[in-house]
Nanobody, 121 residues
Framework: QVQLVESGGGLVQAGGSLRLSCAAS????????RGWYRQAPGKQRELVAA???????IFADSVKGRFTISRDNAKNTVYLQMNSLKPEDTAVYYC???????????????WGQGTQVTVSS
């Protein structure tokens, strides 16, 4: 089992920035992808960004050029840097750990508890 703990959510004005962090309780050989999903009210949960153990990254079209994902292997921590935030980025953001499924997707096996990001206009 792996516990994932997110931090860094909050309220920000449009155009602002936030950085989310996701710390894992341990590393697992079965995990080769870490990612961030989000779920807005009334919408399905969607993949925002992911990073593989090889360093490849995946981004949703809606966040390309604005969000970056990075990791600190020594700390088992993944970061999501969100710039130029828009009101439509408002959602609960969930950290996930799992395996690569395709070049543009991952299978999440573990979830964090979620952190709220609210972008005001």
């Amino acid at each position: 089992q792996v516990q994932l703990v997110e931090s860094g959510g909050g309220l920000v004005q449009a155009g602002g920035s936030l950085r989310l962090s996701c710390a894992a309780s341990r590393s697992l050989d079965s995990i080769n992808a870490r990612g961030w999903y989000r779920q807005a009210p009334g919408k399905q949960r969607e993949l925002v960004a992911a990073i593989t153990s090889g360093g490849s990254t995946i981004f949703a079209d809606s966040v390309k050029g604005r969000f970056t994902i990075s990791r600190d292997n020594a700390k088992n921590t993944v970061y999501l840097q969100m710039n130029s935030l828009k009101p439509e980025d408002t959602a609960v953001y969930y950290c996930a750990a799992g395996v690569v499924r395709t070049a543009q997707s991952m299978r999440p096996d573990y979830w964090g508890q979620g952190t709220q990001v609210t972008v005001s206009s």
